[in-house]
């Protein structure tokens, strides 16, 4: 990390943030920091402050998802200043480390990385923070388990069963610091043909929402693969900004409410 707190003054971590919610994933590349920015905007239509804290220290996207360049500015305390977007605050971690230097950190320099961004941030007042977890259930997840008060944690997978055994290892693993599950969001449920109109489930059907009832925990919704989300994503203008009344803006709207 390029900034350091001041010793002396212990860190007023996330001192104005009235809710913490992770969202989380058991593997990588299941839509994770899509969901995470579209709750963030389905969050903020409802009229709430809510930031959102790419803590996903190997593969930082929300940059991207929200088109943020440059750095942040240092605000008073030597504290950084969440950029803005969409509406949102937000910080990459990919926007104080570099990845291909936090590649080949070992945990406890990713724990001390991630406890530093922590109290590093000044974001001001807030109604919720969204933490885009580091996929998987390692030394990162526990450091911000344990070094804030999450509030409780949406948990993102596929439908195919490689997903969902992970899915089901990091919803033990928030269990185990006793952080409420929130629920569960099955993303790429489905793709609908654009040609023959026919719904195809390519990573297989229901094993989501069979998978939370199994486990307990709610089930949110069922995200289908559009090349709609996939673009509004790259365009860093997420699907929730873009078209908040077609049915995906709808959709992630509604799990919103889950988390609030
Ligand atoms: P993760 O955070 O789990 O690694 P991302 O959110 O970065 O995953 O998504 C990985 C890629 O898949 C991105 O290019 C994203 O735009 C795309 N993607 C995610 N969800 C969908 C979806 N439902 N439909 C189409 N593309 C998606």
Known sequence: PKTAATPSA??????????????????????????????ALGLRAKGLRVGILDADIHGPSIPTLLALHGRPRMGKDRRLLPMQSN??????????VDA??????????????????????????????????????GDAQLA????????????VSTPQDLALVD???????????????????????????????KQHALFGTGGAEAEARRLGVPFLGAVPLT???RAASDSGQPIVARDPDGMLGRLYVTMAEAVW
């Open 10 to 39: 212990p860190p007023k971590i996330l001192a104005g943030v009235r809710h913490v919610v992770a969202v989380a994933s058991g593997k990588g590349g299941v839509g994770k920091s899509t969901t995470a920015v579209n709750l």
């Open 87 to 96: 509406g949102l605050l937000a910080m990459s971690m990919g926007m104080m």
């Open 100 to 137: 291909e230097t936090a590649m080949v950190w070992r945990g406890p320099m990713v724990m001390s990385a991630i406890t530093q961004m922590l109290a590093d941030v000044d974001w001001g007042d807030l109604d919720v923070l969204i933490v885009d977890m580091p996929p998987g259930t």
């Open 144 to 155: 911000i388990a344990q070094g804030t008060t999450l509030a409780g944690a949406v948990i």
């Open 167 to 197: 899915a089901r290892r990091g919803i033990a693993m928030f269990r185990k610091v006793d952080v409420p599950i929130i629920g569960l969001i099955e993303n790429m449920a489905y793709f609908t043909c654009t040609d023959c109109g």
């Open 227 to 229: 090349m709609d989300l």
